[in-house]
Antibody, heavy 121, light 109 residues
């Protein structure tokens, strides 16, 4: 059973950057891609982007294209999401989620536990 | 900008049946949108229920079913239990991008 464990809560000032990690276990890391999603307080889910763990190729939401960078470290079975130029509206829980099969993209079966990022001066 | 729309809230009685829908601003939702459904209880991460329109995960209770209905993706709960009270999110695939609906808050009363 796939398990995704995310890094701990972060508090950042406006204008700073944050880097959240998602460590995978229970499956072959390089054979599955991974998505990043966020949820602002009391709001719905919002897709941010995707990375292929084998090639490192990425796909980003147009909304976050100029501020988000998703990378991976194959040796650590870990994926990272970095969001720059933070503003108060970026306060949210950030999740990683994994497709259910190696050739899948949108069919999801596993989620990380979430990482709360608070942006405040 | 493409939008995915869900009912903001629904109420159902225990033992009853309720259908949640997921519409696309681009038109009719088909299986090519790979509709997924997720359940989220307060303070928890989402949990996958349905993928690729109607397929259940091994942990999905039998009372949950997915379908296409009237040009939308649909999630039907039959024989609703109190523990089904939660937020439900749909996801649609748009050729490389993924868009979630705003979520439906389901109250069991």
């Amino acid at each position: 059973q796939a398990q995704l464990v995310q890094s701990g809560a972060e508090v950042k000032e406006p204008g700073a950057s944050v880097k959240v990690s998602c460590r995978a276990s229970g499956y072959s890391f390089t054979t599955y891609g991974l998505h990043w999603v966020r949820q602002a307080p009391g709001q719905g889910l919002e897709w941010m982007g995707w990375i292929r763990a084998d090639s490192g190729n990425t796909q980003y939401s147009q909304k976050f294209q100029d501020r988000v960078t998703i990378t991976r470290d194959r040796s650590a079975s870990t994926t990272y999401m970095e969001l720059s130029r933070l503003r108060s509206e970026d306060t949210a829980i950030y999740y990683c989620m994994r497709p259910r099969c190696t050739t899948c993209y949108a069919d999801i079966d596993s989620w990380g536990q979430g990482t709360l990022v608070t942006v405040s001066s | 900008q493409t939008a995915v729309t869900q009912e903001p809230s629904l109420t159902v009685s225990p033992g009853g049946t309720v259908t949640l829908t997921c519409a696309s601003s681009t038109g009719t939702v088909t299986s090519s949108y790979y509709p997924n459904w997720f359940q989220q209880r307060p303070g928890q991460a989402p949990r996958a229920l349905i993928y690729d329109t109607s397929n259940k995960h091994s942990w999905t209770p039998a009372r949950f079913s997915g379908s296409l209905l009237g040009g939308k993706a649909a999630l039907t709960l039959s024989g609703v239990q109190p523990e089904d009270e939660a937020d439900y999110h749909c996801l649609l695939y748009y050729g490389g991008a993924v868009i979630f609906g705003g979520g439906t808050k389901l109250t069991v009363l």
